[in-house]
């Protein structure tokens, strides 16, 4: 149950797994702090948000006022990693704090096993009314822990309105953790945005003019430098083997891009708003964050479930308590992994130990970082074989099973355009990042689930978006 002191001092005793007792000999520091008993605890993710895309983390195109605004009122996390890039995957690597070789949802439409802890679980143990608010219908697999669950194909601002009613349809005081999922800066809606949002965006949002904007893109993006007037080359950019034949098809994927970004925004704040009204002074905590990001022409692939370059991987997360935190940057690195830990750290009774770190030693200054990489993995689909990446101050190792492994300084490369894997200095990185991805534990979690028996209204939506045959 809640506790009826306003406080509760926590002891942060860290999950310590094999992978930071190979690296360090000794678990992360324990910490001692003190958190409000929380009214309402709310965990927003913004399907397929790339970090560098959101003006927060400085993207000339004001794509996000709303979190820029709230980012002066809270912590921001430079430096946040999805597990895997893909929907179902990495919500139930937020939800239970652990990677998808261990909780076993590898592909979208499998199901979250029950038997896994969960925040959820951990929420409604303490005595908390849980809820999940979510944009597409498939991800039903990862929500069966929650009280009262809601999806279906449908707009930010419709989830929003749900999630708000339900919010106001409680018994006055009642504490509650909810999750809302938004959708729209997936490929959904994209006509309709079309029509809605690109007035705006050619009106107000270009930064710079036309021919310097496409340089700042394409700088960003790797894609062709290239003058309007030269011809273009051909510039292959998924799967598929398409073929982008000029700049104006790249302008046009970014603009729609961005303002699905602005739309989900404006989705953001309009939940903020209705919800800050129904818990009012109340202690209440806002954990906002995305799955993964999408590439957009960079390293030749258009999406996000097929690579781990840090264009899928590289996302915002933001938390913001009420009462205030003292607003930050931590620029270390993190993982989704440790959402988990970091929503249920205030709880009484406390859930069974994480295997991930809570964020809440860098939330309040005492430490600068994690001395444990974050590790990512590719979605087993298609054919291309296993990729495992690793990131650490800084670098990053890519394990790839069929190719060629990667070795980037993300300081100096950050669109990771040239691998250095034969640079002597990049040797001992490469050593203790290859140690580290052996020394991963694969057997923690869950059991192997298919996704053949999905209703057919799931497997045609996960069809629509082209994530089964
Ligand atoms: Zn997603």
């Not at 360090?24 to 520091?29: L, W």
């Not at 689909?381 to 990729?387: E, I, K, N, Q, T």
Request: charge should be negative.
């Amino acid at each position: 149950m809640l506790s009826n002191h306003p406080l509760l001092v926590l002891a942060f005793l860290a999950a310590c797994s094999p992978t930071e007792q190979a690296q360090e000999g000794s678990p992360e520091t324990a910490t001692t702090v003190e958190l409000p008993a929380y009214r309402g605890v709310v965990l927003v993710t913004i399907d397929t948000l790339r970090a560098d895309h959101v003006s927060l983390h400085g993207y000339l195109r004001e794509t996000t006022p709303f979190l820029d605004e709230l980012a002066e009122r809270s912590v921001v996390f430079e430096n946040a990693q999805a597990s895997m890039p893909f929907t179902g995957p990495s919500h139930s690597s937020i939800l239970t704090g652990l990677h998808p070789f261990q909780h076993k949802v590898m592909v979208n439409g499998q199901s979250l096993s029950p038997k896994i802890p969960n925040v959820a679980m951990a929420f409604r143990d303490a005595g908390y009314r849980t809820s999940a608010f979510v944009s597409t219908s498939f991800l039903r697999s990862v929500t069966k822990s929650f009280d009262e669950v809601s999806l279906g194909k449908r707009t930010g601002r419709a989830t929003v309105k749900q999630a708000v009613q339900w919010a106001e349809e409680l018994e006055p005081g009642t504490p509650f953790f909810m999750w809302v999922h938004l959708f729209n800066v997936h490929e959904w809606e994209v006509e309709k945005l079309k029509k809605e949002r690109r007035p705006e965006l050619a009106e107000g949002s270009f930064p710079l003019d036309p021919d310097a904007w496409y340089d700042y893109l394409a700088r960003h993006h790797g894609w062709p430098m290239v003058q309007a007037t030269d011809p273009f080359p051909e510039f292959s950019w998924d799967s598929n083997g398409r073929v982008i034949t000029s700049r104006e098809i790249l302008l046009e994927t970014v603009d729609l891009y961005d303002a699905r970004v602005q739309y989900v925004d404006a989705s953001v704040r309009l939940l903020f708003n209705k919800l800050g009204q129904v818990i009012g002074e109340d202690p209440a905590l806002w954990l906002i964050t995305s799955d993964h990001g999408e590439g957009l022409g960079s390293h030749n692939y258009k999406g996000h479930s097929g690579k781990i370059f840090q264009e899928q991987l590289h996302v915002p997360l933001l938390v913001f308590q009420q009462p205030a935190l003292t607003p930050r940057r931590v620029s270390g690195v993190v993982s989704l992994v440790d959402v988990a830990p970091t929503l249920t750290a205030g709880l009484d009774p406390q859930p069974p130990a994480w295997e991930s770190l809570s964020l809440w030693p860098l939330i309040l200054g005492e430490q600068s970082g994690f001395s444990r990489p974050a590790f990512a993995q590719r979605s087993p689909v298609g054919s291309a074989g296993d990729v495992f990446a690793l990131i650490h101050e800084g670098q990053k190792y890519l394990y790839r099973a069929k190719h060629q492994d990667a070795f980037y300084d993300l300081t100096t490369d950050p669109q990771e355009l040239s691998s250095n894997i034969d640079a002597p200095d990049a040797e001992a990185t490469r050593s203790m990042l290859h140690a580290q991805l052996k020394a991963l534990d694969w057997s923690v979690g869950g059991q192997d689930t298919d996704i053949s028996d999905l209703p057919e209204d799931i497997l045609q939506e996960l069809k629509a978006l082209g994530y089964v045959e």
